[in-house]
């Protein structure tokens, strides 16, 4: 019996998303059948991977990955491939901590202070992934490399600051920088009464009810500026020429160069797009979940910079499937931290699941253009 | 210049020059390896794991050894026989490597600590074994590519497979044998790092990047074996001497950390804006699909 890899003359029935269906799945059970090995019940693996997608814990993990998904997309569309939103992410909350925590505290129009602080922190982000676009169109360098070294740089330029001149002068012998002020933060608090009594049926439905509202308003900011930037992404890429240029720098650069375009020009300005929306979501985050930064800085997050890859080749580079991908990688970082795999935190539980997931749809994604035949 | 830099500074280049000339061979033929940092991290865990429950360092590093080889077989046959992207396959790879290399290392930080005991000996024996062997290594590799059967047909699988098939070679034994030993070499190097170089594991070992300085070593090298040995030098003794930095200088750790990767970025500038990336150019089917219709698997 032997398989036969062909063209696929009809589209795959289900359409591309199925692929993201079979990838999660299969990297699901891949990633349950090696904790098994390092003997954790399959099936109580899958059970606490099932009962992460009810989590109202998971808005912080949707909203970020959800920005971030966006970011990415603008480049990815272009094929140019930002692997460095980690660093951008970290880099962009530079101005944010210097502005508001270092220098101006107190400073009397907080919001207009808050609009500068967001609006520096994605041209930091921008200027930042501008740097590897800058180096891959004069070098011909693949970006790939380009951005994961920048990431590094800077963690430890990020470590620096907060270490040093960002360190703050009330935090009990911590190194980290003081808390960013109450005036500064973008939280919104409900005011409603818990469900009672406790015995009632309706209960775990009233509290779970009640516990995505009170988060949803906790971040109702950062639930506005996610809304806002798929918008943006989507006018970008929908309704100007530039989006026109990157799409077709993603799906046939040599048209462009045909056309008489500067290739270049556009890789560039397809990284610093994307990572002046890295930067904004860095400033949301710093606002409304952080607000502050610890020492060292790249066991802070869960890594998001690295997820959101995820989120952006699981939605196959489709808009409308950014948010459904980002719940879903949100899910599973929130199983990866209930399964607690060898007592191990943040982002180090979410590598594994990020790996096998993604590794199944490398694998499955030619799926959408090729059929494997049997032959006898 | 103390003996202690000295060592230092060996273990820093036979690391990365294990690593880099490893990464040479796979993508000489044609594939591109962007899971380097995280099979870099994966024996990194599986090299103190195996030192511990042995006591023996080398068995440890041969153990990585023979796990990257796995992996390397794995990326290498998924890559030839399907039509997928090198850069995706090879990304998600990076972050299996990762979540293994935890679960590997993790039980022996835990339960183990230090691992001093269970790495290589410190003497000038072990030094000089280990210059000695990484020379001897790139020689013997530059000698395949350029002089043998198989070389020359992994250097083919690199540049066209499409003509080396026609010209009756086998891509996909020919890349499964370059995989086999470019990744033993990317395992068995990756295991100096804790059992020589360093002389400890920790979780955060993989936010070191080096599997990616290795790729920018590669890179500069022009994936040439002998070419290979003075910038793995020149890298190892940047890399080694600036935790040293530190120390004698005062600076801070996080700036002296970050300097091997600025020189990095510098040195792949250096590398494609001047002769020598022309002198040294990359396989011209490198992470290219290998796409033959109506292919059996």
Redesign the interface.
């Given at each position: 019996m032997?398989?036969?890899?062909?063209?696929r003359k009809k589209p795959l029935k289900g359409g591309k998303p199925i692929i993201s269906l079979y990838s999660i799945v299969l990297g699901v059970i891949l990633f349950s059948l090696?904790l098994q090995a390092?003997s954790k019940n399959f099936l109580d693996v899958l059970r606490v991977i099932l009962m992460s997608f009810t989590s109202p814990s998971i808005v912080l993990d949707v909203l970020a990955l959800t920005m971030l998904g966006y970011a990415l997309l603008l480049s990815f569309k272009a094929a140019t491939?930002n692997?460095g939103a980690e660093g951008q992410f970290f880099v962009a909350m530079i101005p944010l901590i210097y502005l508001l925590i270092v220098k101006y505290p107190e400073f009397p129009l907080p919001g207009l202070m808050v609009a500068l602080a967001t609006l520096l922190a994605g041209i930091m982000g921008a200027s930042w992934a501008m740097l590897a676009g800058l180096?891959k169109a004069?070098?011909?360098?693949n970006e790939?490399?380009?951005t994961?070294?920048?990431?590094?740089?800077a963690?430890?330029?990020v470590?620096?600051l907060v270490?040093?001149p960002f360190r703050g002068r009330h935090v009990y012998g911590y190194t980290r920088t003081d808390e960013l002020p109450k005036h500064y933060t973008l939280n919104v608090y409900l005011k409603l009464s818990s469900p009672t009594p406790e015995s009632s049926p309706l209960y775990p439905v009233l509290r779970w009810a009640y516990d995505i509202t009170y988060q949803l308003t906790y971040y109702v900011y950062w639930l506005v500026v996610a809304i806002a930037t798929a918008l943006v992404v989507w006018f970008i890429l929908s309704k100007t020429t530039l989006g026109l240029r990157l799409r077709a720098l993603g799906h046939n650069p040599d048209f462009l160069l045909a056309s008489g375009i500067n290739v270049k020009k556009y890789y560039v300005i397809a990284l610093a797009a994307s990572g002046f929306f890295v930067g904004i979501t860095s400033a949301m985050y710093l606002l409304s979940y952080a607000k502050r930064l610890s020492y060292?800085i790249?066991?802070q997050t869960a890594g998001y910079g690295?997820l959101a890859?995820l989120v952006a080749?699981l939605s196959l580079l489709e808009l409308k499937y950014i948010p459904v991908m980002a719940y879903v990688v949100g899910a599973l970082r929130n199983a990866g931290i209930a399964l607690q795999?060898?007592?191990?935190g943040g982002i180090?539980q979410s590598?594994?699941?990020?790996?096998?997931v993604?590794?199944s749809?490398?694998?499955l994604?030619?799926l959408s253009?090729?059929e494997?035949k049997v032959?006898k | 210049m103390s003996i202690d830099l000295l060592w230092g500074i060996i273990s820093a280049y036979a690391t990365l020059h294990l690593i880099a000339l490893g990464h040479s061979v796979f993508e000489k033929s044609g594939l591109l390896n962007l899971a380097i940092d995280g099979v870099f991290f994966l024996s990194t865990g599986v090299a103190v794991f195996v030192a511990c429950s042995t006591g023996s360092p080398l068995v440890g590093s041969f153990a990585s050894a023979v796990v990257a080889s796995g992996i390397g077989l794995l990326l290498a046959y998924v890559m030839t026989v399907l039509p997928i992207s090198h850069g995706a396959v090879g990304l998600s790879m990076m972050f299996i490597g990762y979540g293994l290399g935890i679960i590997f290392g993790y039980p022996v930080r835990m339960f183990v600590g230090g691992i001093a005991t269970y790495a290589y000996t410190i003497s000038a024996e072990t030094y000089v074994t280990l210059l000695a062997a990484t020379l001897l290594v790139s020689i013997v590799l530059h000698f395949l590519l350029k002089e043998t059967k198989l070389g020359i047909m992994i250097v083919a699988c690199g540049e066209n497979p499409a003509v080396a098939t026609a010209l009756g070679v086998d891509v996909l034994k020919t890349r499964l044998l370059a995989a086999a030993i470019g990744f033993a070499l990317i395992g068995f190097g990756s295991s100096l790092f804790p059992l020589l170089w360093q002389r400890y594991w920790d979780i955060r070992s993989y936010t070191l990047g080096l599997g990616w300085l290795a790729f920018t070593v590669a890179l500069v090298a022009g994936r040439h074996p002998l070419v290979l040995i003075p910038v793995s030098l020149l890298f190892g003794g940047l890399y080694h001497s600036c935790i040293l930095l530190t120390a004698t200088l005062r600076i801070p750790v996080d700036v002296a950390k970050s300097i091997p990767f600025i020189a990095a970025l510098a040195a792949m500038i250096i590398y494609s804006k001047t002769r020598i990336g022309k002198a040294l150019l990359p396989p011209t089917s490198l992470g290219k699909v290998f796409y033959r219709e109506e292919r059996a698997i």
């Open positions: 032997k398989f036969i890899i062909l063209k090696i390092t491939w692997i180096i004069h070098t011909g360098v790939v490399p380009i994961l070294i920048l990431n590094y740089v963690y430890y330029i470590n620096y270490y040093y060292p790249e066991a690295y890859i080749w795999i060898t007592g191990l180090e590598l594994l699941i990020i790996g096998t993604l590794f749809y490398s694998i994604s030619f253009e090729y494997i032959m | -």
